[in-house]
Every structure is written in C-alpha cells, then in structure tokens.
C-alpha cells in the first residue's frame, strides 16, 4: 500500500487532489477505533475519492488520491500540527495516535510526506495551470450540535482567491448555497494548497462539498458536471486571470 495513489492524464491543464480519499488503515496500524466510525467522517471526506476519480475520468485529468485515513495521518495539516495525527476527532479518541516522537515522525514519513512529494513531482512534470482539491463535510458535528451548516459547497482559500471568487459566482448563479472559507477557512486549514500551490504562485480551487450532495452514483455523476462547468465553461476566464 502506497500513501498515493495517481490517476494519469493530460498535462498542462490541471492536477486533481483529494487529500482526505480514504478510510483505509494499514495493517500495521492499531487505531482502536472501531469498524462503524471508521465510516464515518471523521476517517475520510466520503464522497470525494468517487468524485475526484470521476472528475479525472471526465476531464482527462490527472488526480492524486491519499489512500490511508486521515486519522492515520492528515495530509492536509502540517506535520508539526498535533492534527496530523489527531488524538481525537469529533469527540471520538483514537488511542493508537498516541506516539512518541519517534513513532510520530516514523509515522508521518511513511504516510504523509509521500503523498506530498507525489503532488510536488506531478506539478514539476506536468506544469499544470490550476490545482484543484476536493473535499467533503458532514452537515453536522456531534461535538457542536448547535451548529448549522447550510452551504452545499464552499470554496476555501488563503491569501490567493483568485480562481475561488470565479467559481463561487458560477456556483452561485446555478442556485446553489456556497459558503465563502465556510464551514472552513482555507487560512486555517489549507496546509496542502500553502504548500503546493500559494508558495508556487499557481492558482486552486479548493471545493468542499456537504457530503448528503455525495451521497450516490448519480450525485457524484451531477456534480463531476457542475465542477466541470465551473472549470471548462470558465476557463478562458481562469487562464486570463493566472497568466
């Protein structure tokens, strides 16, 4: 089991990731979670491996795809980040993350720094002009039930919108909800597109999608056509902007 997995495609255009893909626990780990929370979201963003394999399916799109949970290690935290091998996740403690610092580093070496230097050699290569990561969230934390989430998708960014503000005017205008860095903030929790597209000076789009829009073939199928719209359709608007 490799820590990434990469769909091939066409180069030059756009490089597809999905940092959150997998449930999967490698055997040699002991979480002491459980198999039912394991499907939940606290072990992946449900939906987006589907989507993203989709998308890349679509656009004739390369994609990288991390293929251990996030609860394994998080790949879009930075590695001195207690999150990148969280102790607990939405109320639910995972023990097998308590590591001292060698296990840690050991850890986070074999699958999280894999799958980033697998997007850094895909951009070397490829020189693609957007990056665009998928993820997924739930409608609802146990751990802040007061919580309403009522975006269907958001698009999350740090200093550079660019490519972000295109597409939620797109979103916006086929009458879609679309939160704007929410339910998350992409100066908070962005560490995959800090590294690989801001400190490149390449422009992303992060989407994250409530994971009741993934929730079936055909859900997936609706939303590889809307996430290409907003990039196709978009295009020449995009490149304008980046160049």
Known sequence: MRAAEYLPGTPGRLLIIADHASNAVPVEIALGVGAADLQKHIAWDIGT????????????????????????????????DDGAIPPASD???VPGNALGADARQARLAAWHEP????????????SPRLLVSIHSFTPGLASRPEE????????LYNRDDRA???AMRVLAAEGLTVGDNQPYSGA???YTTDRHAEARGLAYLTFEIRQDMLADEGAIAAWTQRLGRVIGSFE??????IS
Do not use: F, K, M
């Open 188 to 190: 908070v929790y962005g």
């Open 164 to 166: 972000a503000r295109i």
């Open 91 to 93: 109320g639910i403690p």
């Open 49 to 80: 491996a589907a989507l993203a394999r989709s998308l890349s399916a679509a656009l004739a799109a390369p994609a990288i795809l991390a293929t251990a949970s996030r609860l394994v290690a998080d790949c879009n935290r930075a590695p001195e």
């Open 148 to 155: 309403t989430r009522p975006w269907q998708v958001a698009l």
């Open 236 to 241: 020449s608007e995009l490149v304008e902007v």
């Open 115 to 126: 799958y980033h230097a697998a997007i850094a050699d895909a951009l070397d290569r490829l």
